[in-house]
């Protein structure tokens, strides 16, 4: 299994709503990774799990929390969402090598849209 | 500061070649990476390098040189389907941590 799996795909949700992007693989990569991508601009990092700890937060709204189940599961919990929040999500995972290359395997990303 | 530079859009032919350039200057690096992103679809890896020089896979290549803070991505025999955007990035020391490009839009025309 060489995927990553996001779920839902897209969502719409309001500014008061709470809801939660997941992303599973299967790889045993030990690095896990959310990113916001706006359109025609590169992926921004949002947090970085490496062996299911919390290793990176790039100075993220606390409206966005991530969360790290086991070593396959990652979510992102939304919750009281801006407009301007509306982006893909991208969930990535990679092994989690000291040195070399770490290349990152993306999952298909969840549209989302804040009304 | 963390700079990388990579045309906005380039147009190619099918069936030509077209290389894509990219300089950056980075107060880190830990190799570059090259990314494929088709509309709508997550980025893809295609290639990294982090030592000088070329690396070939198949139809495309990408070549390195350090000193200059400049790679780039070569796409021979062009197919409809190598229309998309192509993302730069360089890792920094952290590991975990790339510094993308804007990405450079290719248009393949029949």
């Known amino acids: 299994d060489t995927e990553v799996t996001q779920t839902p795909k897209h969502l719409v949700m309001g500014m008061t709503n709470k809801k939660s992007l997941k992303c599973e693989q299967h790889m045993g990569h030990r690095a896990m990774y959310w990113y916001k991508q706006k359109a025609k601009k590169p992926p921004e990092l949002m947090f970085v799990y490496s062996y299911e700890k919390l290793s990176i937060n790039e100075s993220v709204p606390s409206r966005f929390s991530p969360e790290c189940p086991n070593s396959s599961l990652l979510n992102l919990h939304l919750h009281a969402l801006q407009p301007e929040d509306s982006a893909l999500y991208l969930c990535?995972?990679?092994?989690?090598?000291?040195?070399?290359?770490?290349?990152?395997?993306f999952g298909a990303g969840s549209r989302l849209t804040v009304l | 500061g963390q700079n990388i530079d990579q045309p906005t859009e380039m147009t190619a032919t099918e069936g030509a070649i077209v290389q894509i350039n990219c300089t950056y200057q980075t107060s880190g690096f830990n190799g570059l990476f090259w990314y494929q992103q088709h509309a709508g679809e997550a980025p893809t890896f295609l290639s990294y390098n982090v030592l000088d020089g070329l690396e070939e896979k198949g139809r495309f290549s990408s070549f390195l040189s350090r000193s200059k803070g400049y790679s780039y991505l070569l796409l021979k025999e062009l197919q409809m389907k190598d229309s998309a955007s192509y993302l730069c990035?360089?890792?920094?020391?952290?590991?975990?941590?790339?510094?993308w490009g804007a990405g450079t839009k290719l248009i393949i025309k029949p």
């Open positions: 990035a360089v890792g920094m020391d952290s590991n975990y941590q790339l510094i």
């Open positions: 990535a995972s990679s092994q989690d090598r000291s040195s070399g290359a770490n290349v990152l395997t």
